[in-house]
């Protein structure tokens, strides 16, 4: 599903998102992931010809006109309100969007284990090969490949796997890890990762390799699990911004920073995986 989250009016854009015909020239946008939402937040605009740069009189800014104005504040504040899915956050995004050029909102939509976190992940996971066309921000996440036995089993970790039934999603890194790693491993593939986990809860599978933190959300719904053995993969995950658009990664990494130094971050991060995250985002310059 691709399309604008809002229809209506709104000044003339050209493709690259300039507004013509009241003096203000807003830098193209890009859809940034909000942990739960996604929409078109602009960069920058520039000031009008009329505005020296002074502070103006008059009442105070909306949060509208301060996120439009690149108040790094007023992004923060709007990414907690459509995070939260609070009503003010969804008319402030109907009321930004005809500034955001072009930007488009994409949905992916599915029933709970068809793969929706795994086709993001891989779109927007780090590697060499993507760095090639397209930029990417610093590791807003990380993550991690591990393995899930049933309480009583012997497997203590990775060395354990030969001749074991181990169950995993199709067509993933994991499935690829796993053939590296333990390749005296029956490997158990299922389209979706509850096929899989329902795999071993039935006995049909000695043990679930997969997302760390998608492992211990299983394990939270069922009692006599256990995550063994350590993690035996890293996979950072960036925001990816046009090739060369330097400006766009720069701000995009400043707020992620700005997410970290405020706290906002970390408690986004206990909200959803119940634990506070192992890697920080990086910081620089160097504190």
Same mark, same amino acid.
């Given at each position: 599903?691709?399309?604008?989250p809002c ?6 854009r ?23 939402g ?9 000031? %009008? ?7 103006m ?20 504040? #709007?990414?907690?309100?459509? $995070?939260?899915d609070?009503?003010?956050?969804w ?18 939509t ?25 930029d ?8 991690a ?10 497997? #203590?970790?990775? %060395?354990?796997? %030969?001749?074991?039934?181990v ?5 993933? =890194? ?11 491993? =029956? ?8 096929? #899989? ?10 043990a ?13 719904? &069922? ?22 658009? &330097? ?26 995986f ?12 160097? $504190?």
């Amino acid at each position: 599903m691709i399309g604008p989250p809002c229809s209506g009016g709104g000044p003339e854009r050209t493709a690259r998102g300039s507004v013509r015909g009241d003096g203000l020239l807003a830098r193209g946008s890009v859809p940034v992931e909000a942990m739960g939402g996604s929409y078109g937040v602009p960069p920058r605009v520039a000031l %009008a010809p009329w505005h020296d740069g002074r502070p103006m009189a008059g009442p105070e800014k909306s949060l509208a006109e301060r996120l439009l104005a690149g108040d790094k504040r007023a992004l923060a504040r #709007a990414i907690s309100l459509v $995070e939260n899915d609070d009503p003010e956050g969804w008319a402030l995004v109907r009321e930004v969007y005809p500034w955001t050029g072009r930007a488009a909102v994409i949905g992916f939509t599915g029933p709970p284990g068809v793969g929706k976190s795994t086709l993001l992940g891989a779109l927007t996971k780090l590697e060499r090969e993507r760095e090639k066309t397209v930029d990417f921000s610093i590791t807003y996440y990380t993550g991690a490949q591990a393995l899930l036995v049933p309480q009583a089993s012997k497997i #203590a970790a990775l %060395a354990d796997l %030969a001749d074991k039934t181990v169950a995993v999603q199709q067509g993933t =890194t994991l499935e690829r890890n796993l053939a590296q790693l333990a390749p005296k491993a =029956t490997v158990l593939p299922f389209h979706d990762y509850t096929s #899989a986990w329902l795999a071993v809860r039935e006995g049909r599978a000695d043990a679930l390799t997969g997302s760390y933190d998608i492992l211990r959300g299983f394990m939270q719904t &069922a009692q006599g699990f256990k995550i063994v053995g350590p993690k035996f993969s890293v996979e950072p995950f960036g925001i990816g911004v046009r090739r060369g658009d &330097a400006d766009m990664r720069d701000f995009v990494n400043a707020v992620l920073q700005d997410l970290w130094t405020s706290g906002r971050y970390q408690a986004l991060y206990e909200k959803w995986f119940k634990v506070a995250p192992e890697v920080a985002i990086e910081m620089w310059p160097k $504190e």
